[in-house]
């Protein structure tokens, strides 16, 4: 069944399938939800989102972000470090983040931690507190208050992040040789395209 669009009877307990088996086995007692002609799909998980609250809620906020993901099946978000004020860089942040989203989550929502200079200490916390993994830059993020990692920096986070078993995922452009390529000068992509070098 798992290789085709047919009729079946989605079997479910605690919260997990256990099984998709004929439309006609329904076990006996069990509650029954008939969707009729409607398609049953897995919920996506968007591993990278930017929901800017608190701080930059105009840019995108969680009622209005979470809203758009279940319009489109999306069920679950995870939150990139950077763009909130404060950035998710410890676990004080992270509880503002999270308390931030009371009562304006549509969907399930999860974060990122940040890695920046200066935040070693707070990352097995963080990482304890529940975030997912963590981000990391070696160029200016596009925020002043979340920084990036010099070459001695990130092997400090990385060995870091190894001995807590926890994912990194970095950001890695070479500052100079971005700095050093010419501006994007036109709203094209090649233009954007452009000023992002293979070498970087």
């Known amino acids: 069944m798992t290789d085709t669009i047919a009729p079946a009877a989605i079997h479910v307990r605690g919260g997990r399938i256990e099984q998709v088996a004929a439309w006609t086995d329904v076990p006996a007692g069990a509650r029954l939800d008939d969707v009729g002609e409607l398609a049953v799909l897995p919920g ?3 591993t990278h989102v930017h929901l800017n609250e608190p701080g930059r809620t105009e840019w995108e906020g969680f009622a209005t972000a979470t809203m758009a993901a279940a319009a489109g099946g999306v069920t679950t978000l995870i939150d990139m470090p950077l763009n909130s004020v404060p950035p998710t860089t410890d676990t004080s942040a ?8 009371n009562g304006k989550r549509h969907v399930d929502v999860g974060f990122w931690g940040g890695a920046v200079p200066g935040n070693t200490a707070d990352l097995a916390a963080l990482y304890e507190a529940g975030v997912f993994g963590f981000k990391a830059f070696t160029l200016h993020s596009g925020v002043d208050e979340f920084g990036h990692l010099d070459h001695d920096q990130l092997a400090e986070v990385m060995h870091r992040l190894a001995d807590l078993d926890a994912m990194l995922i970095v950001h890695a452009e070479d ?3 971005i700095a050093a390529a ?3 000068v036109g ?3 090649a233009d954007f395209l452009a000023s992002r070098p293979r070498a970087a």
């Open 187 to 189: 709203p094209c992509y």
């Open 94 to 101: 992270l509880a503002v983040k999270q308390a931030a989203t």
């Open 182 to 184: 010419p501006p994007p």
């Open 44 to 46: 996506i998980v968007d």
């Open 175 to 177: 500052a100079a040789t």
